[in-house]
């Protein structure tokens, strides 16, 4: 049921051509799929609640981390644009800030303000909206590295930010709490990083179907309707929070608690709910603000409640899902129009009873912290089983069993939560527990503080065993990313998967979108060529020998030898690391050629083939020196000579 969708990464320079090539602009500032790509109508559900024709607006997400008052800032905003020629205008500016090509949602180190001039200074209707305004850790409100006010990151700017996303951890209820936010239309995404989280969010607008219509709708408030939520309940940054100490707080348990938590006595996450609550100034909410807003949960996981499937994408479930689209229409008519008795018809009395439960918000809740998504629940434990067996005789279970209420999603008196605050000493930022990162290196010897906070060029820290090296990488790591370094820009390699899934399990408390790159140099090797094969002579699907398979290619080459194959695979290895060896140069041509034909390559050509191609191809070279701006290597030592060229 969705009408106009955001294209996602649009500033990517791969993503923005793929963009030009399938895309036509439509005439109204929007665009669609050019007809070759478009699905064949044989093939199309037809359905008065599905549109004919889906539109698109360019979009792109940029993480901008930067210092700013002594503080790392840390904030995600959606740049949006009417046409090609201001996108491209941003995308040539950002490329010389920075790495725009490594992810599709760039981290640049562009403060928030001046990617709002640029944006603006980019065509008379494009805008910024700043993404998931509450989340912990990259957000302009954010707890972690946020700022207390809309002004304060966007400056002599702000009046130019005329809309925000709520994100899927907070809904209008919550937001309506801070009258600093009443300025601004509250608008609700999908945060789709997969196809099937399409539609979890939506906004609502009454207004024509154009980039200028919508763009008027949100700037003047003329035709923004409202929006359709994800319960923020659902949402991995609701609550407070240790998700391996299995601690979960809401605020006025958090503030009771002086922030910390009892398991590991470390300051715990303190989620969107929190941060709503210091920073809202209202208990009540005036009318006059409110605007009309739905609260769904995805039709799948819906229908795999009510079928009693585990996995919300089983078979079951997808088939279900398609035939009551067939049938009813779109997810959203299904949720917000339909009339009991179609689903009744289509769907049965759990479906109907279900969707009744939803647009009431009688629904069954756990609560999302510390990245970990919470799950909605229609029926109660065991009400399924009831509800089926009571259907046979017509027994309404609806009527007799007492169901939840919610009100809102706000449960607490935001005045006690501040009253409690105060008396904690919450309030005063010189009595709070700083963050880990801003802690002084506790724990550190002179000379171990020193490597962890070295700011030169290349640096090398030589100690025997059990001395903390690998400790040392991991809070040189957090060092680097509290300065602000961009963790997508860091690499740490090893020599072992153990090795690897140490230093892992070791930075596992970062989130997953802080967390550096963490492999052996062979898995980077193989990432190399995985995304460019074409450049290293191979197809997508290449095959990596085993050593047995090895042997079969060198005995279908020396088809007049019986012996010593092992020795002269042992030699070919030799070569490929940088090792003086007799090989025969013909023979070692020869495998080779052999390798390619067949679209093979063996264990050697993980650091090989990098090296050998970014000799003769400046492509590559940059291509591969462009990946990261940090590099630590454990266990340097052990290197060998073409391992020291590809590092």
């Not at 709910?273 to 605007?291: F, H, N, W």
């Not at 999302?368 to 509800?387: A, C, I, N």
């Not at 279908?556 to 007799?582: P, R, V, W, Y």
């Not at 940090?630 to 290197?639: A, N, R, S, T, Y």
Request: proline fraction near 4%; charge should be negative; glycine fraction near 8%.
């Amino acid at each position: 049921g969705i009408n106009v969708m955001g294209t996602g990464d649009c500033i990517h320079p791969g993503w923005q051509e793929e963009l030009a090539e399938k895309l036509e602009p439509c005439g109204n500032g929007l665009f669609r799929l050019k007809s070759e790509y478009r699905l064949d109508e044989s093939k199309r559900l037809k359905h008065e609640s599905i549109p004919d024709e889906i539109y698109f607006i360019l979009t792109g997400e940029v993480s901008s981390i930067y210092k700013e008052e002594g503080k790392v800032r840390k904030v995600h905003n959606i740049c949006v644009f009417p046409d090609m020629e201001s996108l491209t205008k941003v995308q040539n500016r950002l490329d010389k800030a920075g790495n725009i090509r490594s992810d599709g949602r760039p981290i640049l180190g562009v403060k928030s303000r001046d990617m709002l001039s640029m944006v603006l200074e980019s065509g008379p209707e494009s805008y910024i909206i700043p993404a998931h305004i509450w989340t912990p850790w990259f957000s302009v409100l954010g707890s972690k590295s946020g700022y207390d006010s809309i002004e304060e990151c966007y400056g002599d700017l702000t009046s130019e930010i005329f809309a925000v996303e709520t994100g899927l951890s907070s809904d209008p209820e919550m937001n309506w709490r801070c009258s600093f936010l009443d300025q601004f239309r509250l608008v609700s995404n999908s945060d789709a990083h997969s196809p099937e989280k399409l539609g979890r969010e939506a906004n609502l607008f009454d207004t024509e179907l154009s980039y200028t219509g919508i763009y008027r709708a949100l700037k003047y408030d003329s035709g923004f309707s409202g929006t359709i939520e994800f319960y923020p309940e659902e949402g991995k940054y609701h609550y407070d929070g240790h998700r391996n100490c299995g601690v979960m707080w809401d605020p006025l348990e958090t503030v009771k608690h002086g922030g910390i938590c009892p398991v590991c006595g470390k300051p715990v996450t303190k989620g969107v709910m929190y941060r709503v609550a210091e920073l809202g100034d209202r208990s009540d909410v005036p009318e006059k603000i409110k605007k009309e807003f739905y609260s769904i949960t995805q039709l799948p996981d819906f229908l795999a409640e009510i079928m009693g499937q585990k996995n919300s994408s089983s078979v079951k479930v997808r088939n279900e899902y398609l035939r009551l689209i067939r049938e009813l229409g779109s997810e959203f008519h299904i949720y917000l129009e339909s009339e009991k008795a179609a689903l009744q018809a289509s769907g049965g009395e759990l479906l109907a009873e279900g969707v009744k439960r939803l647009r009431e918000g009688k629904v069954h809740l756990s609560r999302g912290f510390d990245g970990e998504f919470g799950f909605v629940r229609v029926f109660g434990e065991g009400e399924l089983d009831s509800f089926r067996a009571s259907s046979l005789f017509n027994d309404n279970v609806a009527e007799r069993q007492e169901l939840p209420e919610r009100s809102n999603s706000v449960d607490f008196d935001i005045n006690e939560f501040k009253k409690l605050a105060a008396q904690e000493g919450e309030a005063h930022p010189e009595k709070q527990v700083p963050a880990e990162n801003d802690k002084a290196d506790s724990g550190l010897t002179e000379e171990q503080s020193s490597a962890v906070n070295y700011s030169g060029g290349p640096c090398m820290v030589v100690a025997g065993p059990g001395a903390g090296k690998t400790f040392l990488i991991v809070e040189r790591i957090r060092r680097l990313v509290a300065d602000g370094v961009s963790p997508s820009g860091i690499a740490v390699l090893t020599f072992s998967n153990k090795a690897a899934g140490e230093l892992r399990e070791r930075l596992g408390d970062m989130p997953a979108e802080s967390c550096p790159y963490v492999s052996t140099i062979h898995s980077l090797g193989l990432d190399i060529i995985r995304k460019n094969p074409e450049s290293f002579g191979l197809a997508g699907d290449f095959i990596l020998l085993n050593d047995e398979e090895r042997l079969f290619i060198l005995k279908k080459i020396l088809t007049d030898k019986t012996s010593g194959f092992n020795a002269l695979l042992n030699k070919i290895s030799a070569c490929k690391q940088g090792g003086e060896t007799d090989i025969d140069p013909l023979l070692f041509d020869e495998y080779n050629r052999t390798l390619r034909e067949g679209n093979f390559i063996d264990v050697d050509d993980l650091v090989y083939l990098p090296c050998l191609k970014s000799e003769s191809s400046p492509e590559v070279r940059d291509a591969v020196a462009g990946m990261f701006t940090h590099l630590f290597i454990d266990e340097f030592q052990d290197i060998n000579s073409l391992q020291y060229t590809f590092i």
